[in-house]
């Protein structure tokens, strides 16, 4: 499967967006992260849409390893193997271990979740399968999170659902990590 769009490169994401590229790859761990070389081409709305997803992931208020469990909830619903790639590297250093990712492959019904954590991912669940979270959910997800949270939690899934289509659409190609 090839690429509907090219990465880009000097040319096609100008200087700005170009550096922002290089920076973004070294951090990837990566020669070229193609999210980002693709996504570039689009300039000043490219920046946009960086410093609000930076605004949820990483400086979002959630706890990280809740972040990295959410991300990795909606890639695996999404099946977005880029998503998977990048977030499985980022989720060990938050304390993603191998037991837990095998648990988020299962999702909320896996044994071992705290309450919390299961309510979390049944948020995600319902937002990925049917655009909504049902009030049952909702009111488990609200005993463990403030108002403020639980808008980003809403958003943070939106984000990296859109991201994955986004991915999948463009058929970005996956960086060899």
């Known amino acids: 499967m090839q690429p509907r769009i090219s990465p880009g490169r000097l040319r096609e994401l100008g200087p700005i967006n170009w550096v922002v590229w290089q920076m973004l ?17 689009t300039k000043g709305l490219f920046r946009g849409w960086l410093h ?33 790639d990048h977030h499985i590297r980022l989720g060990r250093r938050a304390g993603v271990t191998p037991e837990i ?8 019904s896996a044994d071992g979740w705290s309450d919390k954590h299961r309510a979390l ?15 049952a959910t909702w009111a488990a997800l609200a005993e463990h999170y403030d108002e403020r949270s639980l ?27």
């Open 25 to 41: 790859s070294r951090a990837a761990g990566t020669d070229d992260a193609h999210l980002f070389s693709t996504l570039g081409r």
């Open 52 to 84: 609000f997803s930076g605004r949820l992931m990483p400086g979002g208020r959630l706890p990280r390893h809740e972040s990295e469990l959410v991300i990795l909830r909606v890639a695996r619903l999404r099946d977005c193997a880029y998503e998977m």
């Open 101 to 108: 990712l095998e648990r988020l492959r299962t999702g909320p």
């Open 121 to 135: 991912l049944a948020a995600v669940d319902e937002l990925v399968e049917t655009r909504d979270i049902g009030n």
């Open 151 to 177: 808008i980003e939690i809403v958003l943070l899934i939106n984000q990296y659902e859109g991201l994955a289509a986004t991915i999948t659409a463009l058929r970005i190609q996956r960086d060899g990590l």
